[in-house]
T-cell receptor
């Protein structure tokens, strides 16, 4: 049981490039989330999904897009990368509204 | 607007002593609170939670206290162990949603 997996672990992008951060969970959870963590800060919610085909914005959605075509996968797309998107990105899932969230190991992204 | 705040960025304690991590919140709609622990280069892992209908919840060496009138919660770790050294995040949610709001985190260091 792998839980929540994220790829890649590290990535360096040039300004203006785009990329997709992959997230997969094998726990059959309906709820999935994308967070970013900047140094010395808590986790900020970017986007979340309550089920396949349903997504909604979090606190900091600008510059990102998501899709949820299956229960398992919740990719995060960065278009036109900017230095302000340098951060560590965490994907998480939960099985119910009151359930705790399970996090992936994170993707460290640097935009230069 | 920081709705969940952890005012101490760091805390250092001796092995065997008590660690007390604090968290304040401003949103009176929050009614479920969680603590997560994070080691370097890993995703956060769930530690313990408490519902607003309780004022205390215990799990082994970890106890969370909730003071609703003061909008304050704390995590007690007794006795502290070197393996407890990590960043601890406080998080809160409303009954009506699945989204978590995180504090900035407190780096706990337990010295042998």
């Amino acid at each position: 049981n792998a839980g929540v997996t994220q790829t890649p672990k590290f990535r360096i992008l040039k300004i203006g490039q785009s990329m997709t951060l992959q997230c997969t969970q094998d726990m059959n959870h309906n709820y999935m989330y994308w967070y970013r963590q900047d140094p010395g800060m808590g986790l900020k919610l970017i986007y979340y999904s309550v089920g396949a085909g349903i997504t909604d914005k979090g606190e900091v959605p600008n510059g990102y897009n998501v899709s949820r075509s299956t229960t398992e996968d919740f990719p995060l797309r960065l278009e036109l990368a900017a230095p302000s998107q340098t951060s560590v990105y965490f994907c998480a899932s939960s099985g119910q509204v009151f359930g705790e969230q399970y996090f992936g190991p994170g993707t460290r992204l640097t935009v230069t | 607007d920081q709705q969940v705040k952890q005012n101490s960025p760091s805390l250092s304690v001796q092995e065997g002593r008590i660690s007390i991590l604090n968290c304040d919140y401003t949103n009176s709609m929050f009614d479920y609170f969680l603590w997560y622990k994070k080691y370097p280069a890993e995703g956060p892992t769930f530690l313990i939670s408490i519902s607003s209908i309780k004022d205390k919840n215990e799990d082994g060496r970890f106890t969370v206290f909730l003071n609703k009138s003061a909008k304050h919660l704390s995590l007690h770790i007794v006795p502290s162990q070197p393996g407890d050294s990590a960043v601890y995040f406080c998080a809160a949610k409303e009954t009506s949603g699945s989204r978590l709001t995180f504090g900035e985190g407190t780096q706990l260091t337990v010295n042998p």
